[in-house]
Nanobody, 124 residues
Framework: QVQLVESGGGLVQAGGSLRLSCTAS????????MGWFRQAPGKERAFVAA????????YYVDSVKGRFTISRDTAKNTVYLQMNSLKPEDTAVYYC?????????????????WGQGTQVTVSS
């Protein structure tokens, strides 16, 4: 049983930083892609970033490039999302997700495993 547990959300002023963590358990994640998605009120869940668990290649949506960094610590089975220069439009519930396969994908429907989400609120 794959479990993903997010932490690190909170309230921050515009221009500030947060680091989200996603701790994975239930199996080895070699050969998996780990992703971060977000869902703002009234909007669909949207891709933010992804990382190949083995090898560490990273992928980002254009709106966060240069501000967000996805990384992983294989010894801790944890994936991180470092978010800098936060903007009010980054406000959303952030979800960690996992899928088998090393081809990254921005469609949330291709990720069978999800965490419970963590709220990020950026005030102006």
């Amino acid at each position: 049983q794959v479990q993903l547990v997010e932490s690190g959300g909170g309230l921050v002023q515009a221009g500030g930083s947060l680091r989200l963590s996603c701790t994975a358990s239930g199996r080895t994640f070699s050969g998996y892609t780990m992703g971060w998605f977000r869902q703002a009120p009234g909007k669909e869940r949207a891709f933010v970033a992804a990382i190949r668990y083995s090898g560490g290649s990273t992928y980002y949506v254009d709106s966060v490039k240069g501000r967000f960094t996805i990384s992983r610590d294989t010894a801790k089975n944890t994936v991180y999302l470092q978010m800098n220069s936060l903007k009010p439009e980054d406000t959303a519930v952030y979800y960690c997700a996992a899928k088998l396969g090393v081809v990254p994908n921005s469609d949330p429907g291709n990720y069978p495993y999800w965490g419970q989400g963590t709220q990020v609120t950026v005030s102006s």
